[in-house]
């Protein structure tokens, strides 16, 4: 049972426009919801994370919206570059459970210049 | 990748041989990891550890054992490879909380 639903599955979004991946989970218990970017070759690198006492934190050009009744939360990549084109999982925790993370299947997003 | 180890990086093997990734950390963290990454699966969890020599399952751990007889490694072991473990391996840290990644191992069974 997939526990972190992520869509899209892949995304292309033009310089300097707005890219947006969902993901939304079923266990109530998740109390920490990070991102993680990957790029070709290298392992996942924490991109922001978002705990559900909050509705949105914002880091940068990276934005995470959290809509906790919902069971929803986003990632929001405002003026994309090209450097930004990688591989990006949603990932929740479900607390005290020795930290293990539930991850989505990840979206490939490509930044065109 | 916060003091994290993996090796071998890359490897060869052939169906039923035995296979040991090693992973080491420099941060003193209680917490490691074992994900395997697929195309199309994201990151699934193997085995992970929360103390020397106190190991459990995660969802993918058939075929797959772990060990750590020291706080700063974690090995994996594929007991008998099969071509469906043909995958790129992490591992992860975590003092409590966030998880770092280290840089990854491909693995080819033939």
């Known amino acids: 049972q997939q526990q972190v639903k992520q869509s899209p599955q892949s995304l292309i979004v033009q310089k300097g426009g707005i890219s947006i991946i969902n993901c939304a989970y079923e266990?109530?218990?998740?109390?920490?919801f990070p991102w993680y970017q990957q790029f070709p070759g290298k392992g996942p690198a924490l991109l922001i994370a978002i705990r559900p006492d909050v509705s949105e934190k914002k880091e940068g050009r990276f934005t995470i919206s959290f809509n906790k009744s919902a069971k929803q939360f986003s990632l929001h990549i405002m003026d994309s570059q090209p450097g930004d084109s990688a591989t990006y999982f949603c990932?929740?925790?479900?607390?005290?459970?020795?930290?293990?993370?539930?991850f989505g299947k990840g979206t490939l997003l490509t930044v065109n210049p | 990748d916060a003091g994290i180890t993996q090796s071998p990086r890359h490897k060869v093997t052939e169906t039923g041989t035995p296979v040991t990734l090693r992973c080491h950390q420099t941060e003193n963290h209680r917490y490691m990891y074992w994900y395997r990454q697929d195309p199309g699966h994201g990151l699934r969890l193997i085995h992970y550890s929360y103390g020397v020599k106190d190991t459990d399952k995660g969802e993918v751990s058939d075929g797959y054992s772990v060990s750590r007889s020291k706080t700063e490694d974690f090995l994996l072991t594929l007991e008998s490879a099969t071509s469906s473990q043909t995958s790129v391996y992490f591992c992860?840290?975590?003092?409590?909380?966030?998880?770092?990644f280290g840089p990854g191992t491909r693995l080819l069974v033939l």
């Open positions: 990932a929740a925790n479900g607390g005290g459970s020795n930290y293990k993370l539930t």
């Open positions: 266990n109530t218990a998740f109390d920490y």
């Open positions: 992860a840290i975590s003092g409590g909380g966030t998880q770092y």
